[in-house]
């Protein structure tokens, strides 16, 4: 019944080490979206993508970049992580983006560690 | 740029009480949404509300949208420790914005 797939839950990477985050979703929905979500902060936008249009954040470090190669999968590459990257990365989707008001639908997040 | 600010930051209740917990938006709102989170996991989707006054319930969770849609409030009956957990409105604007979340803890 899982309709926001991440994976891994748990990464640890090095300073500096590129990582990948992965996300699959069974709704067939149009948008998704990567959150980075700090400790006791709430979720924060870094991009998403409609259909294959990608929309970066304008305070979206150049670090961040995404993939998306089909509907169902999303990819959040860190190319050079720093300590600061060490968060919760939430993805999210929705059925579509009708000036933002669609419902969107999270995933379980991966938190991502940087040694 | 619009803002959201919940109250309260904190809550601790014992199993069995109800509560309240209340999001306001610095400007109109014109979808509003209700996630919960638990510890280490990702959002879930509690509820959305849209017109001024309205309400929805599900199981023992109502929220309310107030008239002038700038205030939303999210109550639990008969609270359990399942209830527990990080509560984030969000407001439906060109992008979703959260507000600053409220912790929730039950003990028996």
């Known amino acids: 019944d899982a309709m926001v797939i991440q994976n891994p839950r748990y990464q640890v990477t090095q300073f500096g080490k590129p990582v990948t985050l992965s996300c699959s979703q069974t709704l067939n929905h149009n948008v998704m979206y990567w959150y980075q979500q700090k400790s006791s902060q709430a979720p924060k936008l870094l991009f998403h993508?409609?259909?294959?249009?990608?929309?970066n954040e304008a305070d979206t470090p150049d670090n961040f970049q995404s993939r998306r190669p089909n509907t169902s999968f999303c990819f959040l590459d860190i190319r050079s992580p720093g300590l600061g990257d060490a968060a919760m990365y939430l993805c999210?989707?929705?059925?579509?983006?009708?000036?933002?008001?669609?419902?969107?639908?999270f995933g379980p997040g991966t938190r991502l560690t940087v040694l | 740029s619009q803002e959201l600010e919940q109250s309260p930051q904190s809550l601790i209740v014992q199993e069995g009480k109800n509560l309240t917990i209340n999001c306001t938006s610095s400007?109109?709102?014109?979808?509003l949404y209700w996630y919960k989170q638990k510890y280490g996991e990702g959002l879930i989707f509690l509820m959305m509300?849209?017109?001024?006054?309205e309400e929805k319930s599900h199981e023992k969770i109502t929220a309310k949208l107030d008239e002038k849609k700038q205030q939303s409030s999210l109550h639990i009956t008969a609270s359990q420790p399942s209830h527990a957990g990080i509560y984030l409105c969000g407001a439906d604007t060109d992008k979703l914005i959260f507000g600053t979340g409220t912790r929730l803890q039950v003990f028996p």
């Open positions: 999210a989707t929705s059925r579509d983006q009708l000036a933002g008001r669609d419902t969107q639908y």
């Open positions: 509300l849209q017109k001024g006054g």
């Open positions: 400007k109109t709102l014109y979808g």
């Open positions: 993508y409609y259909d294959k249009d990608f929309n």
